[in-house]
């Protein structure tokens, strides 16, 4: 069926080729919600002629600028994509050629609706005046003709303005700044005014009102009023054979974009006055709904609020409920008619009290003759599912707490359903861990409407009062599906579901990282009764804190500093070292400390608590970066602290990359696993101080004395690795010395192991320059090999090397770092060269090469002169 006329000549062809944007359906601004504008901004927003920020607020109260009304403006003319078009220069001065405006500004100005003041200028960035806005309205509906003859700018359009119904609701004086939402009012009015048109020319130019409008004859829209009484499958009387993307108005069908849907269900039996939009596909399509205020009477309950529920066969229902159930002092009631039809989660059932409160959810009673005696009731029982994951693949969603997973396969033809955020339809992919799905299932299992919340607080329960709790000052109740006890001082990120009640908690989310080793612990002799510890941090450092009166001990609050002690010492009273978390206040005190939760012995992960998750030896795999079955990465902390020391200047903190050597064992203990089986800390009680066999090597160059920054006497290596080169600082003095005792020097080949501040730890020796005339090949490991020789013979990517009267072999030059090493200079000895310098060993040169071959491929070369 057509729903509107034709258009104007005069923009026939323009719009035609443009058509209307894409209908909207979004969320109405929280900002306008029961504000007088309410109905002007929601349907300006559906006709994308007026839309609010970015942050979803529109700002009703805020002025706005003559730029901003022109392009509302020419949306109102349905010339929005001729705008597009348009972005050149302006004939006006002011406006500068990029500005974002300008294809609006040059359409409005080609169609005379704005002309520039008197100096020729636009104002773009000025607030538009209520005589201003005026003009240009009634020069889009075509009265200007009017206007004119009854005085001209102001007064002709202001009364021409009124005359027409464009200044209901929305009156103001002719040079006041007009706001946001007085504009969309206007605008609004002027959608539906009849227009103006020229019908007689020459001689006898004459002017008449036709039977247009911008709404109809424009922009292709029809405004209606009627009942929606089916959506898809769903209907209020009884089975529908619409099509998912249909709605049924008293007798008409239109189809209903994606992203309206949810709003559109939401109205199922309500009398609304709606929108619908003819496109170029001869399709008609819902693009707003809204209920009619004095046509509707509707009261929903959630499930908490119910009171009573009288009902008998043949006779009303009575229902008695809180409005608000915490402040109120009586009930208020509702009657439910005897023939009144029931829907229930989407679906029609008959007619059963009983379900009107669900063990979660809410029930909606409409009242559609305002005869007090409700109509329909409208069931929505929710069950809450927390995303553990989501499988875009088989299309499942699996829950936190074991619920059965949930499986929305867009192929299936026997479900139905839609999720939404906020109002608005979005997809499986866009689900995250810990979101909170409320399900609104039909009792057939067709149909499933899915509201998803993302809102959490953090922070701490303070109080408990029956099933809520206060957290930050704010009560909370307890949603059903959440079966866990939530306790006095509990802290962690509490998930809320879209009635905003607890469903979901996370106390990881609030566990302390800040790792340290206990070293020593004594309650404090002066005045103040507290705990001192010495801690070796998890920067490396040691430090001795204090603690305040009162501690929270592993989630308890309240613990005075002899409790916490007590925790840290064995039967005996002796402090028993060990990894501990805590955390500190404003003041710099101990105020939160945590033991591990020991779970060795089972192997079990947890990740509510700080816990201890293996210990023993375990077998570094480099291929894998496992430790036994857990995974190392470069964030794993590494405490090295060898068993039975309690000095903490001979621990260390470890870089977990360099540290492991392969197939080397080690005695560990593993801290706080995740569910990948990532280790997050490991205590190594017991390792060699050698570098991992997958190390770079690293050509001396030069070893200096130097003061720390803790004025400490340390050693710097000046090296060349990984091309390039580098320095590093000991982590202790004396430390690069051979095993003779004797100071490495320049042309060494080592292996070097880091700590977590980048300082050596330890390092392995492969060459030492005093050693150069004599020739080996060395396996270090199954993995790594070095062999020091001659080349016999070179060719374009490979070199063949011989080591003393050994066999001849064959090296690989592809990819290969390479170093010369000349021990005939003392300045620039160690330079970093190509595969091309490598030569024959023959008596006037007898240069040998160094090979470091791990896992049987050539990786670096040097050149010994």
């Known amino acids: 069926m057509s729903i509107s006329k034709k258009l104007t000549a005069a923009l026939s062809a323009a719009v035609m080729t443009m058509g209307l944007a894409t209908s909207s359906f979004a969320a109405l601004p929280s900002d306008v919600v029961d504000s007088p504008y309410e109905e002007a901004i929601e349907t300006l927003g559906a006709l994308s002629i007026m839309i609010g920020d970015d942050d979803g607020k529109f700002r009703p109260d805020a002025t706005i600028r003559r730029s901003e009304f022109a392009k509302v403006a020419v949306e109102a003319m349905g010339l929005g994509n001729v705008a597009e078009a348009s972005k050149h220069q302006t004939k006006y001065p002011d406006v500068v050629e990029n500005h974002w405006a300008n294809g609006y500004i040059n359409v409005a100005t080609d169609q005379g609706i704005v002309i520039g003041d008197d100096e020729a200028n636009f104002r773009p960035d000025d607030s538009i005046s209520y005589a201003e806005a005026m003009t240009i309205l009634v020069r889009i509906i075509g009265h200007e003709p009017s206007a004119l003859a009854k005085g001209g700018f102001p ?113 199922l039996g309500f009398n609304v ?117 989501v499988l875009t693949n088989s299309h499942k969603v699996t829950d936190k707490y074991g619920n059965p997973s949930l499986v929305l396969d867009p192929e299936d033809k026997d479900i139905k359903f839609t999720i939404t955020k906020s109002g608005q339809i979005i997809k499986l992919s866009d689900l995250a861990e810990w979101d909170v799905l409320s399900v609104a299932k039909s009792q057939d299992g067709t149909i499933l409407s899915i509201e998803v919340s993302s809102n959490k607080i953090t922070g ?131 105020s939160q400390l945590s033991t591990a939760k020991d779970l060795s012995g089972s192997g079990a992960l947890d990740k509510n608590h700080f816990a201890l998750n ?28 060898p068993a039975g020391e309690t000095d903490p200047t001979e621990y260390g903190m470890e870089k977990a990359t360099e540290f492991f ?27 060699t101080a050698s570098a991992s066999v997958e190390a770079p090597i690293a050509v001396i160059d ?68 005093k050693d150069k005339a004599t020739e080996f090949a060395t396996e270090i490991s199954n993995d790594l090999d070095v062999v020091y020789g001659r080349v016999t013979k070179k060719f374009p990517t490979s070199i063949n090397v011989q080591v003393g009267d050994g066999a001849i072999a064959n090296y690989s030059l592809d990819g290969v770092t390479v170093y010369e090493y000349n021990s005939k200079k003392n300045q620039n000895a160690i330079r970093v060269v190509d595969a091309g310098e490598i030569t024959q060993y023959d008596d006037l040169d007898q240069s040998r090469v160094f090979i470091k071959i791990y896992k049987d491929a050539v990786q670096e070369i040097v050149i010994v002169k």
């Open 155 to 267: 007064t002709g359009y202001m009364v021409v303005g009124s005359q027409n119904g464009i200044s209901k609701n929305a009156a103001a004086g002719a040079n006041e700044k007009v706001k946001r939402g007085m504009i969309a009012q206007m605008t609004f009015n002027a959608l539906t005014v009849n227009m103006m048109e020229q019908v007689g020319f020459g001689n006898d130019e004459k002017y008449e009102i036709v039977d247009k409008t911008l709404l109809e004859d424009v922009l292709n829209v029809t405004k209606a009023s009627g009942q929606i009484t089916a959506l898809g499958i769903s209907s209020i009387g009884g089975t529908s054979n619409l099509k998912d993307n249909e709605v049924r108005i008293g007798e008409n069908v239109f189809t209903v974009s994606e992203q309206a849907l949810p709003a559109v269900r939401n109205l």
């Open 614 to 641: 293996a210990q023993g030896e375990l077998t570094y795999k480099a291929a894998s970066k496992k430790l036994g079955s857990y995974n190392i990465t470069a964030d794993t902390l590494v405490f090295n602290i």
């Open 702 to 769: 030069q070893i200096a004395e130097i003061s720390n920054e803790n004025n400490e006497i340390v050693q710097k290596l000046y090296a060349y690795q990984n091309g390039e080169r580098v320095s590093f600082e000991t982590e202790t003095g004396g430390l690069l010395v051979n095993g003779s005792g004797e100071s490495l020097k320049r042309g060494d080949i080592i292996q070097l192991k880091l700590n977590s501040k980048n300082e050596i730890s330890g390092f392995r020796i492969l060459f030492e320059a």
């Open 273 to 389: 006055t709606y929108y619908v939009a003819e496109r170029s596909n001869g399709d008609n399509e819902l693009i707003l709904a809204r209920a009619e205020k004095n046509r509707n009477h509707a009261t929903t309950i959630a499930t908490g609020n119910f009171d009573e529920i009288n009902a008998a066969d043949g006779q009303h229902t009575v229902i008695k409920y809180w409005v608000d159930k915490e402040n109120d002092k009586n009930t208020k009631t509702l009657t439910v008619s005897k023939d009144a039809q029931m829907i229930f989660n989407g679906k029609p059932v008959t007619f059963n009290a009983e379900l009107m409160k669900p063990e979660s959810g809410r029930s909606t009673f409409l009242d559609i003759d305002n005869n007090d005696i409700y109509d329909l009731v409208f069931v929505t029982s929710l069950q809450n599912i927390v995303v553990e994951s």
């Open 460 to 590: 701490r329960v303070e109080e408990i009062e029956g099933d809520k709790r206060t957290i930050n000052g704010e009560k909370y109740e307890i949603a059903k599906n959440y079966k866990d006890d939530i306790k006095l001082g509990d802290e962690g990120t509490f998930y809320l579901d879209v009635e905003g009640k607890i469903a979901a908690v996370d106390t990881a989310a609030t566990l302390s990282s800040n790792y340290a080793y206990v070293v020593d612990a004594a309650l404090s002799t002066g005045f103040d009764n507290v705990l001192e510890i010495k801690f070796f941090t998890k920067d490396g450092e040691t430090v001795i804190l204090k603690s305040g009166e009162k501690i929270r001990l592993n989630g308890t609050s309240g613990k005075t500093p002899a409790e916490v002690l007590e925790k840290l010492q064995d039967g005996s009273g002796n402090v028993v070292p060990q990894l501990i978390t805590f955390e500190k206040n404003s003041k710099g005190e101990i």
């Open 661 to 687: 050597s392969d197939n080397e064992p080690y005695d560990v203990l593993i801290y706080d696993v995740s569910e990948d089986f990532t280790a997050r800390v490991i205590i190594v009680t017991s390792s």
